[in-house]
């Protein structure tokens, strides 16, 4: 059931949204950047961020990346599925998802923030002023990155460039993971 209706009437005419944009049952969520003047390694970057669309920052992951951080992964997989894994080279044992609670897993810490500010509302501001912080310094950071990788692509060294990038994705959901743990406890 949903707190609010998803369909309205304005003069007439009924209106439907699939959902309001920030809702507490999300499970993840993004922002698709694509720049067709830059080249597909970089300029295609989802800003991709879990849980509670409200309550979370979100980080690059560049058309490019080759792998996501370990603790934005699901559940291993094991056997023929785990051969196929293109994020092998960073994936933790263990890995978690919505149904196997970890500190570890973006979504699980994500939503202990999210239940966090919805059980004392004075906890949103905090949350979203740590949004704003870190988003402003991804953005910050983008920039340079992604000059540096525009400069390996135009040298030819494509397979450079995705390293780059794809470790900067891998570090940043890193670090959110761990931001947001600290904010958290």
């Not at 080279?89 to 939503?111: I, K, M, Q, R």
């Not at 740590?130 to 953005?139: D, F, P, Q, S």
């Not at 494509?158 to 761990?178: C, F, I, P, S, W």
Request: glycine share 6%; charged share 15%.
């Amino acid at each position: 059931m949903r707190a609010r209706p998803t369909s309205w009437h304005y003069q007439g005419q009924e209106y439907v949204n699939e959902r309001p944009v920030a809702a507490q049952q999300t499970g993840w969520h993004f922002v698709a950047v694509m720049r067709r003047h830059l080249p597909n390694a970089v300029g295609g970057v989802s800003w991709y961020g879990v849980d509670d669309t409200s309550h979370g920052a979100r980080i690059p992951v560049y058309c490019s990346a080759t792998a996501v951080p370990a603790g934005w992964t699901r559940s291993p997989r094991t056997g023929a599925m785990a051969a196929q894994s293109s994020t092998s080279a960073y994936w933790v044992p263990g890995s978690t998802d919505e149904a196997h609670f970890s500190l570890d897993s973006a979504w699980w810490v994500h939503n202990l923030v999210a239940n966090l500010a919805y059980a004392r509302w004075t906890a949103h501001a905090d949350v979203t002023a740590e949004i704003l912080e870190v988003e402003v310094e991804a953005l910050g950071a983008a920039a340079a990155l992604e000059a540096k990788a525009l400069s390996m692509l135009r040298e030819g060294r494509d397979d450079d460039a995705a390293q780059l990038l794809t470790e900067h994705t891998v570090r940043a959901g890193q670090a959110l993971v761990a931001r947001w743990l600290a904010l958290w406890v």
